[in-house]
């Protein structure tokens, strides 16, 4: 298991690690061809394309994910032909009502009819991304995990060049933002289409429809809830601010994503191999040790995020968008925190969905009740704070019903153990862009925090000290050679 997970991380994370790269490389343009409204009103638009994935196609494939593990070659293809029929039905009925009442959805979501051309394309890029993730998703639940990074590249590559033609070269504005992802969800769709092409082959099955939504209906409402604690932040900022707040936010939100490249790799890899071995009694304790081991790198790489959250915002971004800076040691932790479930996996094995609908639905209460008391309050930080609190009360909540299903041996004390220590060297990360001090001093107290938690999760043992050693001799050996 440990080889498999480690061989499948590397090829996700590297995927992961260049097309969310890339995407970063995007804000630069994105911050200097569009201003905080228009960029608000761009993040919203990606907002509704969350919605869609959670309801338009039943979550489907999450039905497919779980049938196909149980399932032969020839099954799992009609299984894949099955689903991605419900998949082109559903959207194309979405983007039909979207196209139809264009106008009136616009003035709702956007507030300014102004934005009705980005949000028609807009709406063409939320079909066609819902039917690019549903073919992707495939690749790997197959353990096709090449193919799946190349076609996360070409779908990075495509928006980069034509971002960048669009934006700085015809200066279409915020419509350009939206073409280009329209245009890489149909680059990146057809690139997984060539390479499941044979699995799309197969003869359909109202059946086989009728065993996937009979497990993905019930998810329905947890998805929903869980976008709730994602997205409900920027509906109450348009509601209670402006679209400026929103820009704010959202820009925050995607430098502090970045913390996510940590765990996609991890948790692409690591989910499909746990439903196929959970059933071994080793799996537990090899599942947490990869915990343990993970927080040794997430924990480090989370807080340079937090502490250099105003260098990241000047490099990335414009002096406009320089108040989103603080928001950014907030956001990081608590998107890294809502990916840690993965980790937890009792309430999926024992096809528990209806205790996932009930952990779900109690962080989309904290969240929908966060927003209302917070951001009327503070604005951007309460949507930030609210975040945080939504989190962790579903990271806690699934976590303890999860352990219940199905026991993972965690050390819970060296967790807590770190995770306080992290909190400490965030906050004084915090304080140190506050006082006085010279350019020099920062960069070196902010590299001491930081050291400081590397030195935490070593004396917590999350490493293991076989591999510790090697990684130690190999250092000794290159300085000596120096």
């Given amino acids: 298991m440990y080889r498999g997970v480690i061989r499948d991380s590397l090829v996700y994370g590297v995927a992961s690690l260049l097309t969310r790269g890339l995407a970063i490389l995007l804000l630069p343009i994105y911050t200097r061809v569009l ?25 489907v494939t999450q039905g497919y994910a779980r049938l196909q593990a149980d399932a032969n070659e020839e099954r799992r293809k009609e299984l894949g032909s099955t689903a991605l029929l419900f998949v082109l039905v559903m959207y194309s009925a979405f983007l039909s009502l979207c196209l139809y009442f264009d106008v009136t959805l616009t003035r ?68 350009g933002v939206v073409i280009a992802q329209f245009s890489a969800a149909v680059i990146g769709a057809l690139c997984c289409l060539f390479f499941s092409y044979g699995n799309y082959l197969a003869g359909r099955s109202l059946g086989l429809l009728k065993g996937m939504l009979r497990f993905s209906i019930p998810l329905v409402p947890a998805s929903l809830a ?18 400026d707040d929103v820009g704010l936010y959202a820009i925050a939100s995607r430098l502090g994503g970045a913390s996510l490249l940590m765990v996609v790799g991890v948790q692409a890899a690591l989910t499909p191999l746990i439903y196929r071995q959970y059933q071994a009694p080793e799996t537990p304790g090899r599942i947490a040790t990869l915990f343990h081991g993970f927080l040794a790198i997430a924990l480090p790489g989370c807080l340079v995020l937090s502490v250099f959250a105003e260098e990241l915002i000047a490099i990335f971004s414009t002096h406009e968008f320089h108040k989103a800076a603080p928001l950014v040691s907030i956001l990081a932790p608590a998107m890294l925190a809502s990916q840690l479930y993965v980790f937890a996996p009792g309430i999926a094995i024992r096809k528990k969905t209806h205790w996932q609908l009930l952990v779900t639905i109690a962080a989309a209460v904290v969240s929908i009740a966060g927003n209302l008391i917070l951001v009327p309050l503070y604005g951007a930080y309460g949507a930030a704070i609210t975040l945080v609190l939504s989190t962790a009360a579903f990271l806690v909540i699934w976590v303890l019903f999860s352990q219940s299903f199905y ?20 906050f004084w990360g915090a304080r140190v862009d506050s006082g006085e001090w010279g350019a020099i001093a920062v960069m070196g107290v902010k590299l ?17 000290k076989k591999y510790l050693g090697i990684l130690i001799r190999k250092v000794r050996r290159f300085t000596s050679e120096k």
């Fill in 226 to 243: 869980v976008f709730i604690n994602l997205y409900a932040s920027r509906i109450a900022l348009k509601h209670f601010s402006s679209l």
């Fill in 35 to 59: 201003s905080t409204s228009e960029y608000g009103a761009y993040d919203l638009i990606v907002s509704l394309g969350g919605l869609a994935n959670v309801t338009v196609a039943l979550e």
């Fill in 407 to 426: 026991h993972v041996p965690f050390q819970w004390g060296r967790v807590l153990g770190c995770l306080g220590v992290y909190a400490l060297l965030a």
């Fill in 108 to 175: 709702l979501l956007l507030g300014d009819t102004e934005f009705v051309s980005a949000f028609r394309w807009g709406m063409l890029f939320v079909t066609a991304n819902g039917i690019y993730m549903f073919m992707l998703n495939q690749l790997r639940w197959d353990l096709k995990s090449k193919q799946y990074a190349l076609a996360s590249l070409l779908y990075a590559l495509t928006t980069l060049l034509v971002s960048f033609f669009l934006c700085l070269v015809m200066e279409y504005g915020l419509t």
């Fill in 448 to 464: 001491l925090l930081i050291l400081g938690m590397i030195a935490a999760v070593l004396v917590c043992g999350f490493i293991d």
